[in-house]
T-cell receptor, first 114, second 112 residues
Framework: GAGVSQSPRYKVAKRGQDVALRCDPI?????LFWYQQALGQGPEFLTYFQNEAQLDKSGLPSDRFFAERPEGSVSTLKIQRTQQEDSAVYLCASSFVGFQYEQYFGPGTRLTVT | AQSVTQLDSHVSVSEGTPVLLRCNYS??????LFWYVQHPNKGLQLLLKYTSAATLVKGINGFEAEFKKSETSFHLTKPSAHMSDAAEYFCVVSDRGNDMRFGAGTRLTVKP
C-alpha cells in the first residue's frame, strides 16, 4: 500500500520489558516523526528525522526512549524497561520534508504495559 | 513556544445542522495551522491547513476554517453535518515549522 504502516498494531508488555515499534513511511518521504498519544489526549511530539539524521529529540520523555532511522527509510522506536506510564498509542508520520508539509499518519501502535 | 486550546472537548449536533469546532492558538511568530480528523482505528487525516495565504481555508469533505489573527482563532466549520463526520478532531499549530503542537481534541457526535 501507499500509506504509512506501523507494526505491531497492538503490544502488551510486562513492566520492565523492552519493546521495539516499527514504522514504514511513505516511499520518498524525507521526514519522519514519532508522536505519543495518551488516552483522551492529543498526540505529543517525540522526535523527528530528516533522512537518517535525528534533528530533534526534545520530546522523548526519558533516556529509556530511543529512536533510529539508520538508512533513512524505516524507523524503530525503542522503549527500554517499560513502565506503566508508557502505555499509550505511538503514532508515526511522514512528510515530503519538514513540518510545514502535510504529515501522513500511520494507524499507530497501542502499547499497554501491565 | 506555541500552544493550542480546543475550547470544547465534546460537541454534539444533529445530522444536517451546522458544525462549529473552536480552536484558539498562541504563537510568537506567524504560525501554520492545521485541522486533523481521527476516525476510530484509523490514522489521523489532514482536513485543511493555513500557511499565511488566504485566511479562509477550504478543506476536504466540506469543512473550512478561518484564520483570525486578531482573535488568535482558527475555528472549523461545516454547513451541514453528516453521520460520517462523527470522529475526533484536532487543531494543530506549527511555529516557524519547528514542531507541531496538537490540541487535546474535540469529539464530534452526530445524531440522526
Amino acid at each position: 500500500g501507499a500509506g504509512v504502516s506501523q507494526s505491531p498494531r497492538y503490544k502488551v508488555a510486562k513492566r520492565g520489558q523492552d519493546v521495539a515499534l516499527r514504522c514504514d513511511p511513505i516511499s520518498g518521504h524525507v521526514s519522519l516523526f514519532w508522536y505519543q498519544q495518551a488516552l483522551g489526549q492529543g498526540p505529543e511530539f517525540l522526535t523527528y528525522f530528516q533522512n537518517e539524521a535525528q534533528l530533534d529529540k526534545s520530546g522523548l520523555p526519558s533516556d529509556r526512549f530511543f529512536a533510529e532511522r539508520p538508512e533513512g527509510s524505516v524507523s524503530t522506536l525503542k522503549i527500554q524497561r517499560t513502565q506503566q506510564e508508557d502505555s499509550a498509542v505511538y503514532l508515526c508520520a511522514s512528510s515530503f520534508v519538514g513540518f510545514q508539509y502535510e504529515q501522513y499518519f500511520g494507524p499507530g501502535t497501542r502499547l499497554t504495559v501491565t | 513556544a506555541q500552544s493550542v486550546t480546543q475550547l470544547d472537548s465534546h460537541v454534539s449536533v444533529s445530522e444536517g445542522t451546522p458544525v462549529l469546532l473552536r480552536c484558539n492558538y498562541s504563537s510568537s511568530y506567524s504560525p501554520s495551522l492545521f485541522w486533523y480528523v481521527q476516525h476510530p482505528n484509523k490514522g489521523l487525516q489532514l482536513l485543511l491547513k493555513y500557511t499565511s495565504a488566504a485566511t479562509l481555508v477550504k478543506g476536504i469533505n466540506g469543512f473550512e476554517a478561518e484564520f483570525k489573527k486578531s482573535e488568535t482563532s482558527f475555528h472549523l466549520t461545516k454547513p451541514s453535518a453528516h453521520m460520517s463526520d462523527a470522529a475526533e478532531y484536532f487543531c494543530v499549530v506549527s511555529d516557524r515549522g519547528n514542531d507541531m503542537r496538537f490540541g487535546a481534541g474535540t469529539r464530534l457526535t452526530v445524531k440522526p
